[in-house]
């Protein structure tokens, strides 16, 4: 899935594309441990379409990334 894709849904179809993902990554992964797997790059492309998604939703919700919330730690002096 590409990125300017995901870029034009809506929240809520991100939502349901998210679950959809969800559902297909679990069923891919019943089927590796079973042995039914024919290609198993369908996984990490499942995970990062995931990604991707969970990227958008948070953008278009303002929420600022994880990293910029956190205060810079203090220096001990020793």
Do not use: C, W
């Not at 024919?38 to 996984?43: E, G, Q, Y």
């Amino acid at each position: 899935m590409k990125p300017a894709k995901v870029r034009e849904m809506g929240t809520e179809e991100l939502k349901a594309k998210e679950r959809d993902l969800q559902e297909q990554l679990f069923r891919l992964r019943v089927q590796k441990s079973i042995g039914q797997l024919d290609n198993a790059i369908k996984l990490r492309d499942t995970r990062r379409d995931i990604a991707r998604v969970k990227t958008v939703l948070r953008e278009k919700q303002g929420l600022r990334p994880y990293r910029q919330g956190l205060r810079p730690h203090k220096q001990v002096s020793r």
